[in-house]
């Protein structure tokens, strides 16, 4: 169980470093999509789409579990010890696709916070004047019910009304 934690941990950070490393330049999938494709169908220069980079989640599973299978066929080869179990397998490949989702959350949320600074900080000040002045209003408020609670109070004096046993006796019940 320690080596499989440890294991996800780790492909989640590869996972990252594979979808930072193809957000800078994707050379390899531009390689083997001029050799795949033929010229109509090959990708435009401005196109950053990569094996991970902006692919959709199938997409990026067939392409991670082929890297993996890959991966373990040439360890299978070099090194004679049984170390790729299928647990390791789909730690592996799990925790290098829930790498690439994250690093792609903060690259996307970095890029958003660096558009909005500006406009956030007016935004931010906005609201901190709006807050002041909604106390202020509720401070005002207060002082005007409490003024005008404490003036009704003074302003009508309660009229002397006959006691319940007068009232009784005006009934004839007593």
Do not use: C, H
């Not at 019910?145 to 009704?152: H, Q």
């Amino acid at each position: 169980m320690t080596l499989e934690l440890i294991v996800f941990i780790a492909a989640i950070l590869f996972g990252a470093l594979l979808y930072w490393r193809e957000s800078q330049g994707n050379e390899i999938y531009r390689f083997f999509n001029k050799m795949m494709n033929s010229k109509e169908l090959q990708m435009k220069t401005e196109d950053k789409k990569g094996f991970l980079y902006q692919q959709s989640l199938l997409l990026r599973l067939v392409f991670i579990t082929t890297l993996f299978l890959i991966g373990i066929v040439i360890t299978r080869f070099l090194i004679p010890i049984d170390l790729a179990t299928l647990s390791l397998f789909a730690s592996m490949i799990f925790g290098t696709l829930l790498g690439t989702y994250l690093a792609g959350f903060i690259f996307k949320s970095s890029e958003v916070i660096d558009e909005k600074s500006d406009s956030l900080e007016d935004l931010v000040s906005d609201t901190i004047e709006k807050g002041k002045d909604f106390i202020e209003d509720l401070k005002a408020d207060k002082t005007e019910v409490k003024e005008e609670t404490t003036s009704k109070i003074k302003e009508e004096p309660k009229a002397q009304e006959k006691s319940a046993r007068d009232r009784l006796k005006d009934k004839g019940l007593l």
